[in-house]
Nanobody, 118 residues
Framework: QVQLVESGGGLVQTGGSLRVSCAAS?????MGWFRQVQGRQRELVAA???????YYSDFVKGRFTISRDNAKNTGYLQMDSLKADDTAVYYCATGVMFPLMVNDAHYWGQGTQVTVSS
C-alpha cells in the first residue's frame, strides 16, 4: 500500500504559476498527474518514470513541467501560463504503466484544487 499526499494547490490569476507536490509513502515507478472537472472524466496531464522519462498531454505541452525527487519519493508539477481552463482538482497517482492512464493507476492521492481566475 502506497499513500500519496498532494499539496500546493490554490487560487492564481490567468497567466500565473503554481506548483503542486505529491509525497509518496514509499518508492514508486511511474507517477502521473491527472485532473478532473466536476461532471467530466478524469484526464492525464503528465507522467514521469523513475528514470526521468516524461509524457505530457497536448493541452499542457510547453506550459507544465513534471519532475520528481526519487530520494524524497516526491513528485512535482510546475504549472506556468495558467489558463481558466486549467481549473480542476489535480490528483497524483502511481503505477507501472507509462504513460499512466486512469485505469492503470494503482494508488491515488486525495486531490488538490487549482483555481485559475480570469
Amino acid at each position: 500500500q502506497v499513500q500519496l499526499v498532494e499539496s500546493g494547490g490554490g487560487l492564481v490569476q490567468t497567466g500565473g504559476s503554481l506548483r503542486v507536490s505529491c509525497a509518496a509513502s514509499g518508492s514508486i515507478y511511474v507517477m502521473g498527474w491527472f485532473r478532473q472537472v466536476q461532471g467530466r472524466q478524469r484526464e492525464l496531464v503528465a507522467a514521469i518514470t523513475r528514470g526521468g522519462s516524461t509524457y505530457y498531454s497536448d493541452f499542457v505541452k510547453g506550459r507544465f513541467t513534471i519532475s520528481r525527487d526519487n530520494a524524497k519519493n516526491t513528485g512535482y508539477l510546475q504549472m506556468d501560463s495558467l489558463k481558466a481552463d486549467d481549473t480542476a482538482v489535480y490528483y497524483c497517482a502511481t503505477g507501472v504503466m507509462f504513460p499512466l492512464m486512469v485505469n492503470d493507476a494503482h494508488y491515488w492521492g486525495q486531490g488538490t484544487q487549482v483555481t485559475v481566475s480570469s
